[in-house]
């Protein structure tokens, strides 16, 4: 992930946005390349956790973390690292830094498109929001892979947030056609605009970095009767019709859903619901 990537019109097969989307420069947030210089200066206060907790805010910086953790050599029998923290464990806190010099950040990279910025915004902001839901329906299901859960709903629309840095363009180009019509899905639009989808995108991706299997499995929508990746499906569509307030036509039938998923009556599923919000 080295190179800096603008792409004007789209790759022709999936394996060529792979390719290209595999080998760019990933930038974070500028509160996370800060916060990263500042906790550089004393590494050796650092612990896993509080980095981890810092690093977990932030998607993309998760991803670069988890994708670089992927490729390190490891014992027979230890696992792959599914959590930040977990990656950090395994590499240490002076690798890590020595690893993650200063971080490119978005701001720089959009600073000559706004409305890119703007749509990148509103991804991130909503993958924050699916975590957190995300969370709070594995949390009340005690289901132990809830940290996971938690990644999985972060990372869930990462190749759209990629793809608004790496293509703004086309990025935008897909937003007008969804505000021209509310009715098309995001998927035919993406189909339309890019020849392919983002979620599958998105899928070879992992697979490309070799991120952990439970990880990949959770973030994929096409394994939804599993109750872990209905967790994160459910968060992120929620997340999703609830961007701009509660009145979307979708949401009533995401209040009926996740209330089936935890077991509970619709009113205290609201009740919850703004609560974890």
Known sequence: MSARLRLQTPP?????WVNAFASAEIPVLTETAESLEHMRASEDDMDA???GEMIAADPLMTLKV??????LPRGRLM????TVTAALVLMGITPFFRAFGPQPTLEAVLADHEDALLGLSRVMQRAERA???????????ADPDAAVIHSA?????FAEMLLWVHAPDLALAIANLQDADHALRSAAA????LGIELADLEQALMKRWHLPDLLTRITNDKHASDPQVRCVHLAVRLARHTARGWDDAGVPD???EIAELLNLGAEHTLKLLHEFD
């Open 190 to 193: 993406q189909r339309q605009v």
């Open 12 to 16: 022709a097969t999936l394996e060529a």
């Open 79 to 82: 696992a792959d690292p599914e």
């Open 153 to 157: 709903a972060l990372l869930h629309d």
């Open 131 to 141: 975590s957190r839901y995300a969370l709070g329906f594995a949390a009340h299901r």
């Open 66 to 71: 988890l994708a670089h953790a992927s490729e």
């Open 254 to 256: 995401d209040l009926h």
């Open 49 to 51: 956790h509080g980095l």
